[in-house]
């Protein structure tokens, strides 16, 4: 009360400030980190997340590790902390809202993911959530010409990228990179696409990126690909 009074607020002191919800850490767990640690970066405090001195930041970075247990994260992190600051500076240039997807208020995961909870709560899907449906099915087949357009690009099949592990890497890369920037496709689902580990897809992801502000024959070919599907 007292607080309220010289605050001249109302209300319960920590009213409306906190809400749980229940992640699927192999989907979305890398992305919810990033999106945490630039908050300070959207709300107008610093220019850099690095900036902000009271963020778990500095731990992930190896700079200040007293208070902090990152080691979870870390293990879905293929990549070191120079690529993890990459990989949060990236959300700068290209924001994404992990939060966006969640479903029905508390769940944010794959499909298998939600089904699984609300079978543990003994709930069922309902039709209410109708964007995030829509958010999933847009993803899909949007997905779907992307590949297509990738695979015709490189002339090479899905199948064939996926059992090779040498020639078509950067094919590979390339087809991360796409359905990481026009999706909401998690990581383990690009990696179940393209037939890799889903810590290692981040990385993939960034190797084109930072091709893409050096390499003018890489600029040309992500766009001529690019064309094939946004027209």
């Not at 010409?145 to 094919?171: D, F, G, N």
Request: aromatic content about 10%; hydrophobic content about 35%; charged content about 30%.
């Amino acid at each position: 009360m007292y607080y309220n009074i010289r605050h001249r607020r109302y209300g319960h002191l920590f009213q409306g400030r906190f809400k749980s919800i229940v992640v699927d850490k192999d989907s979305y767990l890398l992305e919810l980190s990033r999106y945490i640690h630039l908050n300070p970066v959207r709300a107008g405090i610093v220019k850099d997340p690095q900036e902000y001195l009271w963020s778990s930041y500095y731990g992930y970075l190896g700079k200040k590790d007293a208070y902090i247990d990152s080691d979870q994260v870390k293990r879905y992190i293929d990549m070191g902390r120079g690529e993890y600051r990459r990989f949060v500076l990236d959300g700068m240039r290209r924001p994404k809202d992990p939060l966006s997807k969640v479903y029905a208020g508390f769940l944010l995961g794959s499909v298998g993911f939600i089904k699984e909870k609300l079978k543990d709560l003994d709930m069922q899907i309902t039709s209410e959530d109708v964007a995030h449906k829509r958010v999933l099915q847009d993803d899909a087949a949007r997905s779907e010409v992307i590949i297509t357009a990738v695979t015709r690009h490189y002339r090479i099949t899905l199948e064939e990228l996926r059992r090779s592990k040498a020639r078509p890497m950067r094919t590979r890369q390339v087809l991360i990179y796409l359905l990481r920037r026009y999706t909401g496709l998690t990581n383990r689902e690009i990696g179940e696409t393209v037939g890799m580990r889903h810590s290692a897809v981040s990385k993939a992801g960034l190797t084109i990126e930072q091709l893409l502000e050096t390499d003018i024959n890489m600029k040309r070919e992500i766009k001529k690909i690019v064309s094939n599907f946004e027209g």
